[in-house]
């Protein structure tokens, strides 16, 4: 069974530090890797999809990359921002398995 | 923006009450998800719906679930007789072909199961 898990599961950082969010995954058999925001008592923002034959995702401040190889991927955050302050998600499709996410909070 | 909507917010029922929660999704995608969280745990795959058929579903799934789109827009989830271990967050998702199947969520309804 595929195990998805976030590290760190916390963290706290000054704004305009540039962060690094990992997670890991067990069967490099994945279809995609998609990355969420949860805010509060919210729903889910997708962030970016990275598709199992790509490397790599960009949008705005955010980018992401996949290596199937190892089972890992990362989301970089440049230029953190208190609304970036959330928690933050990954999720591997072969059969819809979610990290239990990073809660990062971006101080003013 | 295009975007997948959820009725109830909040749903409040007694044990072995059946409650059916709603689903708008969004209106050219063809694949429907419900997931689940409860509180302060990872979100769960519950059911994936692909032309009016139930594509995959979850361990949790079992036969107090069931999904529906009864007409051309909503997608439902019905749970035939609550348990107080139902409570928890519901989402619904869709997506589209292409673009990897990226999915969008809605912002999901609070079961509580008393």
């Known amino acids: 069974k595929q195990e998805v898990t976030q590290i760190p599961a916390a963290l706290s950082v000054p704004e305009g530090e540039n962060l690094v969010l990992n997670c890991s995954f067990t069967?490099?058999?994945?279809?995609?890797l998609q990355w969420f925001r949860q805010d509060p008592g919210k729903g889910l923002t997708s962030l970016l999809l990275?598709?199992?034959?790509?490397r790599e995702q960009t949008s705005g401040r955010l980018n992401a990359s996949l290596d199937k190889s190892s089972g890992r991927s990362t989301l970089y955050i440049a230029a953190s921002q208190p609304g970036d302050s959330a928690t933050y998600l990954c999720?591997?499709?072969?059969?819809?398995?979610f990290g239990s996410g990073t809660k990062l909070n971006v101080k003013p | 923006e295009p975007e997948v909507t959820q009725t109830p917010s909040h749903q409040v029922t007694q044990m072995g009450q059946e409650v059916i929660l709603r689903c708008v999704p969004i209106?050219?995608?063809?694949?429907f998800y419900w997931y689940r969280q409860i509180l302060g745990q990872k979100v769960e795959f519950l059911v994936s719906?692909?032309?009016?058929?139930?594509?995959?579903k979850s361990e949790i799934f079992d036969d107090q679930f069931s999904v529906e789109r009864p007409d051309g827009s909503n997608f439902t989830l019905k749970i035939r007789s609550t348990k107080l271990e139902d409570s928890a967050m519901y989402f619904c998702?869709?997506?589209?072909?292409?673009?990897?199947?990226?999915?969008?969520f809605g912002p999901g309804t609070r079961l509580t199961v008393t």
């Open positions: 209106s050219n995608h063809l694949y």
């Open positions: 990275i598709q199992s034959s790509q």
């Open positions: 069967d490099s058999a994945i279809y995609n």
């Open positions: 998702a869709s997506s589209g072909e292409g673009q990897g199947y990226e999915q969008y």
């Open positions: 999720a591997v499709r072969d059969k819809f398995y």
């Open positions: 719906f692909y032309n009016n058929e139930i594509s995959e």
